[in-house]
Structures are given as C-alpha cells and as structure tokens.
C-alpha cells in the first residue's frame, strides 16, 4: 500500500543552521506531495505541496522538490529560526484517494537560540 | 471565522465508558475527516464524510462510529472506550476539490 518515511527525530539545531528532513514515499501513479507543520500544543497546518514531478513547493523560507526518479519529497530551508520549532510531517495523496491524507510518522525539530 | 473548533480538550475515560468527540467547522466545506495521531505513527484517518449525509471508513475505524450531523458538524464516537484507543485526535475539514485540510486543535483522551 501507499506509505510515507521520514527521518525520525528530534532534529536539534542552531538559528541559522541549515534543515533538511528527508521524506521517501511509496506510491502507485504520481501521487500529490504535502509537507505539514504542527506548532506545539496546535493542529497541523499546510506547509507547502506539489502535484506533478519536478514541482518545487515553497513557503515561510522553506522548500520542496518532488523528485519523481528518487520518491523523494525532502524538505529544507536555509536559515531556521527559533519559532520553525515544531513537528513536521510529510504526507501524499494517492491518485484517485479523494483528498485522504497518508501521513508520515512526523520529525520534531527543535531550534536552539 | 474560527475554521474548525473541536471539544472537549482534554478527557478521561475509563475502560468500557463512552463519550463523543464533538467539531465543527464554519468554512462551508465539504469534506470533514477524523485523525488519530500517535507517537511515531504521524496521523491515521479513523472515518471521513466527503458530503453531508455521507461517510466511510479510514485506516483504522474499529470501535469508533461517526456521525455527519449537518455539513457543520461531524461527530466521532466511541462505544466502549479500551486503552488503545488513549490517543490526540484530531478533525479537519477541506473543499472538495482543493486539497489543503484545515485542522482543529485537537483532543488528548486518555484511557484508563
């Protein structure tokens, strides 16, 4: 079935530190990409996604590219802040799934000032 | 405008009880969903309803039921609460035909 895997965490970094958080997915088709973000005690909100192969996502500084050779959908950003504290999970849409979500298992990332 | 509201907050149960999770949302959306997130699992979907007076079943709907009240309202129940199901739960609701989800605050039930 379809399934979403993302490096677990915590991922613990300095301001201004560069993040990356590799996600992998399995998929039947092209399926649609998605990176969500949940600020602590919050629910999730969408951060960014992309639909075809070769999108790139991007949003509040962050990026992601759907790699489509790789089943990749890693996301980055260059310098994170304090309030980029969260947890963050990459989930796809299967084709013909409706809008049901598969989600990953989430990565904490925690910036220290 | 408040998106998608979700009581209670917090819950206690113990084995056996029951109880019903309550959301709304006020964005006249379509498409209502019910989540399950555990540690290291990200967030299972329990049910969803695509349309009023319509639902089916997600990854992991046993020992719950849910109830598409009105296009507002989308209620999740648990019959006779057990420890597996102490969970964070959330509601999310989108349009039909875009695919970003809004989500409540969630609950945090704990099973005794």
């Known amino acids: 079935g379809d399934s979403v895997t993302q490096m677990e965490g915590p991922v613990t970094l300095s301001e201004e530190a560069f993040l990356t958080i590799n996600c992998t997915y399995t998929?039947?088709?092209?399926?649609?990409l998605f990176w969500y973000v949940q600020y602590p005690g919050e629910g999730l909100q969408l951060l960014l996604k992309a639909t075809k192969a070769d999108d790139k996502g991007s949003n509040k500084g962050f990026e992601a590219t759907y790699r489509k050779e790789t089943t990749s959908f890693h996301l980055e950003k260059g310098s994170v802040q304090v309030s980029d504290s969260a947890v963050y999970f990459c989930a796809l849409i299967p084709p013909g799934a409706g809008n049901k979500l598969t989600f990953g298992g989430g990565t904490r990332v925690l910036v220290k000032p | 405008n408040a998106g998608v509201t979700q009581t209670p907050k917090f819950q206690v149960l113990k084995t056996g009880q029951s109880m019903t999770l309550q959301c709304a949302q006020d964005?006249?959306?379509?498409?209502m969903y019910w989540y399950r997130q555990d540690p290291g699992m990200g967030l299972r979907l329990i049910y969803y309803s695509a349309s009023e007076g319509t639902t089916d079943k997600g990854e992991v709907p046993n020992g719950y039921n849910v109830s598409r009240l009105n296009k507002r309202e989308f209620s999740l129940r648990l019959e006779s609460a057990a420890p597996s199901q102490t969970s964070v739960y959330f509601c999310?609701?989108?349009?039909?035909?875009?695919?970003?989800?809004?989500f409540g605050p969630g609950t945090r039930l704990t099973v005794t």
């Open positions: 998929a039947t088709g092209y399926p649609s």
């Open positions: 964005m006249n959306h379509n498409s």
């Open positions: 999310a609701s989108s349009r039909e035909e875009i695919y970003e989800q809004y």
